[in-house]
């Protein structure tokens, strides 16, 4: 039960990161002069555009007193720290970081597949493999402990936790 509510939540949040993207595809040819032909600076504007923004709303949404993104509140979830209590914003930074290193990774191989750069072909598809390899390890991992704990939970000393009733 506690792992539907997760994915749940994970689909309802995923849902507002596709509905960010699809603003961001209609805006693109307003946002195109910052994709230059330099895979650094392309990667550097889409961590602005896109990353940043998901990263800032899973950290504030988290470390909110609410303690949880929009699919957490309504799968009746919340982020709590090791004693139950909610999580500071510098410790929920460091948690969404960790959830989103794949990611990342993801996008550096992409933009240097697609555009220009000094990289070595077989560094960029090392990296890109990594990515794949740290996100299937990030989805199996909760399987293989008592508390359902991810990595990034792990990591950060969190933990997500059932939102009592009011």
Avoid at 56 to 76: D, H, M, N, V, W
Avoid at 160 to 165: F, L, S, T
Wanted: aromatic residues 16%; positive net charge.
């Amino acid at each position: 039960m506690f792992m539907r509510r997760r994915f749940t939540a994970f689909l309802i949040d995923y849902m507002i990161i596709v509905g960010y993207g699809v603003v961001l595809g209609l805006l693109s040819p307003l946002l195109s002069p910052l994709f230059t032909d330099n895979a650094f600076t392309a990667h550097l504007s889409s961590f602005f555009i896109l990353t940043l923004p998901v990263y800032l709303y899973f950290s504030i949404f988290e470390a909110s007193p609410f303690q949880a993104t929009l699919g957490k509140r309504a799968a009746k979830l919340r982020v709590a720290g090791s004693v139950n209590t909610g999580v500071s914003l510098s410790r929920s930074l460091v948690r969404s970081m960790i959830k989103f290193l794949p990611w990342e990774m993801a996008h550096f191989a992409v933009w240097r597949f697609f555009l220009p750069t000094d990289l070595p072909e077989l560094v960029i598809i090392m990296i890109a493999y990594a990515a794949n390899g740290a996100a299937l390890i990030y989805l199996i991992v909760p399987f293989l402990n008592h508390d359902r704990r991810f990595i990034h939970d792990w990591a950060s000393g969190t933990r997500v936790a059932v939102k009592e009733r009011n």
